[in-house]
């Protein structure tokens, strides 16, 4: 997709994942397969719907820190990402 | 201590409109920022472009970009600001500052329309603009099925994309009548492919079934997509797809302009011949004015970016081609006006604000906004009403209440260094 032959490593629920340099995280959480970013208020998985920062249905933890748009983050070495 | 910096011109998103907008203003010599909340500059259609050198469009403006002074500042989201001391505050992942200006240009674009449907909140039924920009930044769809559904040009210039990455389109799901596109003297394959800049468009149309008067009315799966329900006329069937790729257009962002006191009118923010907005200082230029394509927002920026920078003659020299823009612009609105039967989408138990899973049964019966608030939470969530608050409007004609800051959601750390987003805490 990307010209970048650049490979980063980071994880998603602690299993490590490798995608090319100038991924979002978004993509790389829909490349490992799981359906659920965030869990509603009542509890159903969600995924991105805009891909574009406006609707917040791709947040997730990132490094501890809560809420992050996934979709407006892009991977970086050693990133730690919580879904669900 | 919050940080201040100042430039001379601020521009607000770095999409066509704000890049062109900081090339023009940066030949004055003035100071030029430009901030965007994305991870780097592009804004929608230009998108993950920056580094690729593709030699088209995108690539000669992004090397004008690179090589005129301005300054650029990415992951930056602009959440409050104060017209009277012009002062805007910033939020990014590592700080909150705040940025004095002269003049500012806001061109913070378009975001997509979405409509409720049995379905609609199900793991991979995405946004039309969403799915690309997602294939934008990285997701492989080769080989995945990808039904396009909803209104207007971007669903031909997204599904053009989608093929050109090896997705199969089985159908391209356009709620508006033939007649009505056709009667608007809209040749598709020529005039909308040159204002959604699909090059593989007649690829796109050749392989797909671009059907009028069709539209999604379901989407099913166990814990997630598994096919989409679609109907044309009587006739109803279900389609095996990885994704549903589904938008009913597009509407403007402007939270931030009426934050900062510019008018608007039908809900675009109303300008001047010199894209002035009707506070003196402030300008505004791209998809916020209205939905025209990526030509309008880049003109616009031109003769915004000039105009701030006090170059006015040489703003008034693109006045002739912006024209042409806009007439475009103004017919694809009512060739693709939606049709009254997407009224009829939500059932009961579908859910319409997705912050705080508000179903239309209870919503239905309410008759205000604020009764909705108060009693529901709907448009209370983190979105502030983005998605649901112009569902509202198609669905029950609720006009959204005023822009209150933050417009966005805003750490902790950010509210409580300024003193009227302080407020927000306590309300
Ligand atoms: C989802 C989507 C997909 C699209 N795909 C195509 C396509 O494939 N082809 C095509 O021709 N057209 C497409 N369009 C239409 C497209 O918007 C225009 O052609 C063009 O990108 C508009 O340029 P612009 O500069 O006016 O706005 P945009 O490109 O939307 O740029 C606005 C920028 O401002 C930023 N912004 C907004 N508010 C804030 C804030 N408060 N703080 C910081 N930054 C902010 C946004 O993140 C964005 O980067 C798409 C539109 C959308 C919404
Ligand atoms: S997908 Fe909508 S905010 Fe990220």
């Keep these: 997709m990307r010209s970048m032959p650049e490979i980063i490593t980071f994880s998603i629920n602690g299993s490590p994942v490798r995608v090319s340099g100038g991924t979002s995280v978004a993509t790389a959480i829909l490349i490992s397969g799981e359906t659920a970013f965030r869990r509603s208020v009542s509890g159903e998985p969600r995924t991105p719907l805009c891909g574009m920062g406006v609707c917040f249905e791709c947040r997730v933890t990132i490094n501890g820190l809560q809420h992050c748009l996934s979709c407006q983050t892009v991977c970086q070495d050693g990133m730690e990402v919580q879904t669900g | ?427």
């Design chain 2, 1 to 427: 201590m919050k940080r201040r910096q100042f430039a001379s011109v601020v521009v607000v998103g770095a999409g066509p409109a704000g890049l062109a907008a900081a090339i023009r203003a940066s030949e004055s010599g003035r100071q030029v920022t430009v901030l965007d909340d994305n991870p780097s500059a592009g804004g929608q259609i230009w998108r993950g472009e920056k580094d690729r050198r593709s030699g088209n469009d995108a690539s000669a403006w992004f090397q004008k970009f690179r090589t005129c002074p301005a300054e650029m500042i990415t992951g930056a989201r602009l959440i409050h600001g104060d017209p009277e001391r012009r002062i805007l505050s910033v939020e990014t992942r590592q700080e909150f500052f705040e940025i004095g200006y002269d003049k500012l240009i806001l061109a913070t674009g378009a975001r997509e329309f979405f409509l409720p449907f049995p379905g609609w909140t199900l793991p991979n039924v995405m946004g039309v603009g969403g799915l690309q920009a997602l294939v934008k930044s990285g997701l492989p769809v080769d080989g995945k099925r990808i039904v396009v559904a909803g209104t207007g040009p971007l669903l031909l210039a997204a599904a053009a994309y989608f093929r050109k990455h090896g997705a199969i389109v089985p159908v391209i799901a356009e709620q508006a009548e033939w007649r009505s596109v056709a009667g608007f003297g809209i040749r598709l394959s020529k005039n909308l492919g040159k204002l959604f800049q699909a090059r593989s468009l007649r690829l796109a149309l050749r392989s797909s079934r671009y059907t009028f008067s069709t539209w999604v009315e379901a989407a099913h799966g166990k814990d997630r997509l598994e096919n989409a329900q679609v109907r044309t006329g009587a006739k109803v069937w279900r389609e095996p797809c990885d994704y549903l790729a589904v938008g009913y257009g597009l509407k403007p962002n402007i939270e931030l302009p009426v934050l900062m006191g510019c008018r608007t009118q039908s809900g675009v923010v109303a300008v001047d011949e010199f894209q002035q907005t009707s506070q003196e200082h402030i300008y505004c230029a791209g998809e916020c004015t209205g939905i025209g394509g990526v030509d309008k927002s880049l003109i616009e920026g031109e003769i915004t970016g000039l105009a701030a920078a006090g170059l006015k003659d040489s703003a008034r020299r693109l006045f002739a081609k912006r024209r042409k823009t806009r007439q475009f612009a103004n017919v694809l609105d009512r060739a693709f006006a939606l049709r009254p039967e997407l009224r009829q989408l939500p059932l009961d138990g579908t859910i319409v604000c997705r912050c705080e899973d508000v179903r239309w049964g209870r919503l239905r019966p309410m008759n205000s906004w604020r009764s909705a608030k108060l009693e529901s939470r709907c448009g209370m969530g983190p979105c502030q009403g983005r998605v649901c608050g112009q569902i509202l409007e198609f669905l029950l004609g609720w006009h959204p209440e005023s822009v209150r800051p933050p417009v966005f959601p805003a750490r902790l750390e950010s509210l409580t260094q300024d003193s009227e987003m302080k407020e927000s805490l306590r309300t």
